[in-house]
Structures are given as C-alpha cells and as structure tokens.
C-alpha cells in the first residue's frame, strides 16, 4: 500500500535524522503571512493538540501555554526562517594586512531537530582566511545563531554557516565544525544521554591537510581568563 510506504519512508527518514537538502526547505508562499497571522495560527494548532492529549487548559498554569508556544516558536526558536532578522554582515578591508588564519571557537548553538522539533544544542567553531576582507566577530556568532533558529538536520546547518561566511568574505577559506547533542537522541528513542554528533564542513585552503590540522589544533586550544 502506498499509504503504508509513506509512513515507512517517514519514519526512516526521521530516526536516522537524514536530511533532504542543503537548503531549508520552504514554501513558495512562506512569508505571506505575517508574523501576527502565523501566531495566530499556531496558537489554535497548539491549543487543538494540547486539548487531544487530555489536558485541561482552562487551569491556570495551562491556559496561556499556546500563546506562548506560538511566540516562542515565530520570534525565538524559528525567528531563523524570517529573512528579515538576517543578520547584515559587515565587513572591513583587512587593513592591518592580516593573513593567518581567524578562529571563533566555543559559539554556543541552539537548534531544532527538524524531525522531532526537539533541541540540538551544542557548540560551533568557525574560521576563515581573508583574502583582503575581514568580518566583525560578533558577525560570526550572528550568523551560527541565524541558521540555527529554524527546523534543522546538523549536517546542514553547517554547511548554511560556511556558504554564508564566503559569500560575505568573498572567498571560499572558510570552515566549521560543529559538536552537539541531539535531545531525539538523547531524550527518546535510543535515549542515548552521553552521544553528540560531530559534523564539518571545508572550504578552499581549510581543505589542505596542514590548514585543517591546524585549524583542529586552536580548536583543542585551553581558553582561561
């Protein structure tokens, strides 16, 4: 039964966390509505949902929970969808000439697993190579944080941060790596609390055996204050 095949092609898909594409994928029509209307929305879809599973929402710790589900899902843990809340990438000549390469490491990120809609969270570390353009560091932890706001697989948010970063810097010396934890890993299913999932994307000179290992060896680097 095709029905059937569906729900298995599903459900492979959602346990083994595999992604589709490298893009988000979104709906012609996705921002036709408006911030308000789409909280609007997921404000009954959730009040719906909540009355199915048996809860009385008419209890005081209860009744306001879909208003917040809704906010919290459009203006916080989705605002990455909005392209409007993209963060401007400013850059600078690299006026001080420079060259090495420039390493933020320990970006924290929170994100959805897209099959479950349950957290990732973790950390990301980002470096890149100017080639005569440079970026503001808080740009960096802007970026991660942008991508990651949205229903996500890792593999992808990775690489949305490095095409992002050589788009902006004009070059393609740009890597990732992100080491997270997946709470459908953790939480249910296999329920696996001490696994995370390390995932890495290269570009241009990062390729290079030598320039990988030492971007691996900053990363390893101690930071005290």
Known sequence: MKIEKDIEDFDFIGDNHVGTSADTPLRKDAFELTNDEKMDIIKDDVHHIMETLGLDLTDDSLSGTPNRVAKMFVNEIFGGLDPKRKPKASTFDNKYKYGE??????????????????????????????????????????IVDYY?????????????????LQKALNTEDVACIIDAKHLCVNSRGIR???SSTVTSEFGGQFKNKDTKREFLDY???ETEF
Request: overall charge positive; charged content about 25%.
């Open 101 to 142: 390469m420039l390493v933020e490491k320990n970006i924290t990120v929170y994100s959805t697993c897209e099959h479950h809609l349950l957290p990732i969270v973790g950390k990301a570390h980002v470096a890149y190579i100017s080639n005569g353009t440079v970026i503001g560091l808080s740009k960096m932890n802007r």
């Open 148 to 164: 990651a706001k949205r229903p996500q697989v890792q593999e992808r948010l990775t690489i949305q941060i490095v095409r992002e």
């Open 192 to 194: 696996d609390i001490d």
């Open 219 to 221: 990363i390893k680097l």
